[in-house]
């Protein structure tokens, strides 16, 4: 199994920063994507950013210049920097990794997400 746990989330002023961090453990041999989605309430969860194992990056558009996601694979880790947020930036900010157990095994795990809240 493959646990996710992200930290970091918190409460803002538009304009500010967050840094949202996730590791993951378990019996990992490999984890090839990992992703960062948000979920508002009302509203379907969304991709925000993910990154390939080899470091190619891709964004929602509605972040693109202003988040940034990055990972640490020795760590088996993913980072988001969020700046110049937004009201619209509030949601819970869920971390994803499609990982490969030692049982070769390969699936998607979840977080159990964080909360990003931006105040005008």
């Known amino acids: 199994q493959v646990q996710l746990v992200e930290s970091g989330g918190g409460l803002v002023q538009a304009g500010g920063s967050l840094s949202l961090s996730c590791a993951a453990s378990?019996?990992?041999?490999?984890?090839?994507?990992m992703a960062w989605y948000r979920q508002a309430p009302g509203k379907q969860r969304e991709l925000v950013a993910d990154i390939t194992s080899g470091g190619s990056t891709n964004y929602a558009d509605s972040v693109k210049g202003r988040f940034s996601i990055s990972r640490d694979n020795a760590k088996n880790a993913v980072y988001l920097q969020m700046n110049s947020l937004k009201p619209e930036d509030t949601a819970v900010y869920y971390c994803?990794?499609?990982?490969?157990?030692?049982?070769?095994?390969?699936?998607?795990?979840w977080g159990q997400g964080t909360q990003v809240t931006v105040s005008s």
């Open positions: 378990g019996s990992i041999v490999r984890i090839n994507n």
């Open positions: 994803k990794a499609v990982a490969t157990t030692s049982s070769f095994y390969t699936s998607q795990y």
